[in-house]
């Protein structure tokens, strides 16, 4: 596309007119809820897992893809249930070499096998507002205030993880009646080693004297908040375009991409542990692709299961069958990770 400089210039902000928030450690920061003429706030929520493939690999939330096919299917869910088959097994077999191992050895075992190794977390909630971030100095006391009086902002997406939204923002605003109006808060993270640990002790809180808030030193933030959002598309089909997280990634780069785990997984299991897993999965999952996978399971020469009919009624099945089996095996990160 040939254009010119001052156009290519604002070219970036046209593909993307709205970014994710992004902190620092050791700042804080003014944000306002806006809300719609329902009074409803611009909320987007998913089921996500925490993906760590490794380096070089995808990593961060990534929408459980269980929701979005008839067989209910999600190739990150499965590659948490053979993660924890394996561990399992693994288990079993120090158990068996270990006759005079206490529990708390064979806790302590696990542990050593699944710290930082859990490469699909459990299924959680991901909260995503849209906000509009105010320009104040590092510590949220002054804002920056234009020569007209009126302090900058820019709409931007706020993810919130499970713990912080259900543990700190839903227990915040029950103070306001669960009421968001256009409501300014400060969100202040600690200095922290990491910028996950800061996210872990972030500070959420009102502003503690109201005339200070934000849209009475300047009487037209909320209107230019509203015009602001009047012209974005914040349809769930535009909103899911502009963030990954958001978005349910493509079946076959899904499968692409635990395809060197699940490799890596399979090769450490016997034959039996691969066949009782493939009839684990068979019994566990109506997904009508579920012939191919049990063939990456055995061998060539083995007869092959019959692959069961897909079944309309039970789309979630083996992510629900997952998540009663394994919801607490693990502690994931709970703060929201950068990409
Ligand atoms: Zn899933």
Redesign the pocket.
């Known amino acids: 596309m040939r254009m010119s400089l001052s156009k290519a210039a604002a070219f970036e902000k046209t593909l993307r007119p709205m970014m994710s928030f992004r902190y620092d450690k050791g700042k804080s920061y003014r944000i306002v809820f806006p809300v719609d003429e329902q009074k409803e706030p611009y909320l987007y929520v998913r ?1 996500v ?1 925490n993906v760590r493939l490794g380096t070089g690999n995808i990593m961060g939330k990534r929408v ?3 929701d979005f096919n008839e067989e209910g299917y ?5 590659l ?1 249930r053979m993660f924890y088959t394996h561990v399992d097994a693994e288990v079993a077999e120090y158990v068996k070499n270990n006759p005079d191992a206490t529990e708390e050895d064979i806790a302590k075992y696990k542990k050593s096998l699944t710290d930082n190794k859990v490469p ?1 977390g459990r ?1 959680e909630g991901l909260y995503g507002f849209i906000v509009a971030v105010l320009e104040y100095d590092e510590r949220g006391m002054k804002p920056k205030t234009d020569s007209e009086g009126k302090i900058p902002f820019t709409l931007q997406m706020l993810f919130m993880s499970n713990a912080q939204f259900n543990k700190k923002f839903l227990i915040k605003v029950e103070q306001i009646d669960n009421e968001l109006d256009f409501t300014e808060m400060i969100f202040t993270y600690p200095e922290a080693d990491s910028k996950m640990e800061s996210a872990r002790n972030l500070d959420m809180s009102f502003l503690p004297n109201p005339d200070k808030a934000s849209k009475v030193i300047d009487p037209t933030l909320i209107e230019r908040i509203k015009e602001e959002i009047d012209k974005l598309d914040t349809s769930e089909e535009n909103i899911q375009k502009m963030f990954y997280q958001l978005r349910p990634m493509n079946m076959d780069e899904a499968i692409k991409a635990i395809a060197a785990k699940r490799a890596a997984y399979l090769e450490s299991m016997s034959d039996e542990e691969k066949a009782a897993y493939a009839s684990k999965l068979k019994d566990n999952m109506d997904a009508v692709n579920v012939g191919d996978l049990i063939n990456t399971f055995l061998n060539e020469d083995e007869p092959q299961p019959q692959v069961t009919e897909v079944k309309k009624d039970s789309p979630n099945k083996m ?1 629900n069958a ?1 998540l009663a089996g394994l919801a607490d095996e693990d502690e994931d990160d709970d703060d929201f990770d950068e990409d």
Not at 74 to 78: G, H, I, R, S
């Open positions: 089921k897992h459980c893809l269980a999600c190739p990150f869910c499965e948490r699909v299924v992510a997952i």
